[in-house]
């Protein structure tokens, strides 16, 4: 089952890391399901969670792997918790998983980048070793977010062909934890935040699976209590409040309990979170973050890094927010997935705003996609929207990723905006249904109403799209000096974006535009006077000529770079070890480019007014 709390431990939940070496067998021919491996499997090998099991090894055939693989641990689970509800958490099982406890299946979950429960009280051996087997699937499809193909070999080798330009990384790659909380528990509660004055007006509600009362507290960053509430909903006051800001962050700490009435007000459970109170909003072309409108700088990113592929690691995410704050950026987007939730948590305390994307990257047919994204010229005759199988299979799996996603991070303050699509063919007219159907969802689940979009590519671009109305920012991937007219045609590629970001505003007078991708790619340490493409040079270069474009217009509110840094990609004639626009290295140090927006930025205010 889905669980969106993240794991915390109160003096009623209790948390139990099951981190560490698992064993992994890979079943290319899917014979584990009718050979039993449920109940333990036969020649497995040692492997770390979390990680990503491509660059664990050594042999191609292994990191390259796609099909069915199979992973198990031993869990002592203790006898006095068996009057509570007892669960593992997976953080993430990239792409699907079922869950197996003692041979018995307790859990299913589609989608590699959301949180599930596998409840496993009816199956437990209480004070005893369970075996835990989980049974996973890293293949493509139309109907999968995100999208690709599978191909198979002749020799029957799956082979994972993506539709989108980073490297399918699979397995257990966030943590796994035994999590325990009371049979009668807080399952959810949200916040939406307003001000009145000095004062902010906090509405809430609280979801629990019992008929008991409920009591909330919010504390600040002292400890002090600020606010209470009974009841599962209502409206606390927080006098004198310390908004959420940009780069200069500010948490309370709200605390739920299912209290007994009965019993001198009993704690019969207990969750808390750390909130920022701020509001969120679009007004005409201004992006207002507590009523001050705002520029965003930052950039696309990616969880990746050399060995752990896109394992959770919090070491390297760490150097990335110190790299962010280097750089003078103050927000970034999930590009193209929900990150771990520790990221989110970690940019709520920092100030950093989060585009927060949905995994539905690769809706555009194509093994080349970032080629065929930005040609303009090209039409196809059939699009990824006209295909039946997307109307149904595929619309219903991204119905569930917006549910669990947003359910996950409804309550952070550092999510400014909803991105439900990355570079879709938005240009098809059998795609407006579908997305109508995706926005309404988002708005109608998030209490907050924050912002939606998605990111528009160039094949779609202005006077093509015919989703662009349902969005409240419109969001530009954009490559013009780089696929669209790259090297000596720089300054061409500059006049034909201006072009057409006069024809978007002309589309699009009322809303604000956000630059979410630009950029190219970059070997470090090669430098080219004058410029060339691939040199450091160029890459500053590039990055010059879309600035004078984005102080040109003041409904531009915000550039989000191409990526923070290098990252792996499927192989290719056109990758040389994967994508090289970060302007940081894959080991996180900076390019020549980087100086250059760390100039830049750290002299632009966050704040517009």
Known sequence: MFDSLYPRLTATRRIQDMCGTWRLQFDPRSEGVYEGWEHGLPDPIDVPVPSSFADLFTDKASREYTGDFWYETDLFVPGEWRDANVGIRFDAATHRATVYVNGVEVARHEGGFTPFVAPINDVVNW???????????????????????????????????????????????????????PRERIEDFAVVSRFDGDDALVDY????????????????????????????????????????QLRNAYLYTFTVRIVDDDADDRVIDEYYDEIGIRTIAVDGTRLLLNGRPIYLKGFGRHEDSDIHGRGFDPVMNKRDFENLKWIGANS??????????????????????????????????????????TDASKTKEVTFFDEPVVQTDTLAAHLQAVRELIDRDKRHACVGIWSLFNEPDSASDAAVPYFRKVFDLAL????????????????????????HDLCDVIMLNRYNGWYVEGGVLIHEAARHQREELELWHELEPNKPFLFTEYGGDTMAGVHKLPSVMWSEEYQVENLTEMATLFDAFDWIVGEQAWNLNDFQTTEGIMRVNGNKKGLFTRDRQPKM?????????????DYLE
């Open 332 to 373: 970034f987007r999930t590009s193209h997935y929900p990150y771990a939730e520790e990221q989110l948590y970690e940019a709520d305390r920092e100030g950093f705003l989060v585009i927060d994307e949905v995994a539905a990257v690769g809706m555009m047919k194509s093994l080349v996609n970032f080629l065929d994204a």
């Open 127 to 181: 004070n005893g070793v369970n075996t835990v087997v989980v049974k996973m699937n890293n293949e493509l499809g139309l109907n999968t977010l995100p999208a690709g193909e599978t191909k198979i070999l002749p020799d029957g080798t799956k082979v994972c062909a993506p539709y989108f330009d980073f490297y399918n990384y699979s397995g257990l790659q966030r943590p796994v934890r035994l999590v325990v909380s």
């Open 593 to 605: 480019a980087a100086y250059y927006l760390r100039d830049r930025w750290t002299t632009m205010p």
């Open 205 to 244: 509600t609280v979801d629990t699976n019992g008929d008991h009362d409920v009591e909330i507290v919010v504390t600040d960053e002292d400890g002090m209590d600020v606010a209470r509430g009974r009841g599962k909903a209502g409206t606390l006051r927080i006098e004198n409040v310390i908004p959420w």
């Open 444 to 467: 109608d689940l998030d209490p907050q109403k924050r912002p939606r979009s998605y990111t528009n590519v160039t094949a779609c671009g202005a006077g093509k799209d015919k989703c």
